[in-house]
């Protein structure tokens, strides 16, 4: 067995490494257990969108060749916009596709027109913003700006978002997702912009977390009187 001594000394680690981590670990554990008693979908947002929706066949559209547009397509994808047939080309330009007219963009009318499409027809419409910019923090993180913010008149602060450049509904974000996002933080500790897993500072905690758990086996090892009989029993 090691010397007491030693074993005060492995004693006083494992108990500061557990204070030092002890809120990291019940954060990890409170995160954890929220993550694996809520349903993702929920989280998500399913049940504020109309789950039932289904893009519109259109016919008449004009061909590539009658399009007035200025450089070669390398991309294109048909869109809807308040009903009406868009061609979105190249990730950049938004062209009727009946006229063929270049379109700068979407107006709140139609913004609003391909939320209501979108979400649940019993969600009422409380205001509308556009948003140019979003920090690392922000619920519409890493997505399409500018955008229309449509905010619904719910207990659960709903907001829907809408890419201004190409009227495509970019997602919808509630109460219990901002929850999950803020916990999402504390799991990965990335405290600069929540989605990061492999910041210095997680693997500091995981390592020293690791460190805490087999310093306590040790503990275990070194006080325990069972193990004392059986090392003085091969003697």
Known sequence: MVKRTTAIKIRKAHRYLGIFLGIQF????????????TDIDEIHGDHFRNMDYEPTAFDGLIGFSEVDFPVKI???SLKEIAGKPHYWINNEYLVDAKT?????GVSEEEAL???KRQMSSELKVKGVEIIDETDKHHEYREKKLPAYVISYDSPENIKAYVSVADGSFQTVRHRDWRWFDFLW?????DYEGRDDFNTTVLRAFS???LITV???FLLWFTSSPTMRKVVKRKK
């Open 185 to 189: 933080m504390t799991h990965t500790m």
């Open 214 to 216: 087999l310093s306590g």
């Open 207 to 209: 390592l020293l977390g």
């Open 100 to 104: 063929g007219n270049l379109k700068a």
């Open 74 to 76: 390398s991309s294109l």
């Open 26 to 37: 019940i954060l990890w554990t409170a995160s954890g257990l929220y993550f694996s008693w």
């Open 113 to 115: 027109a391909v939320a």
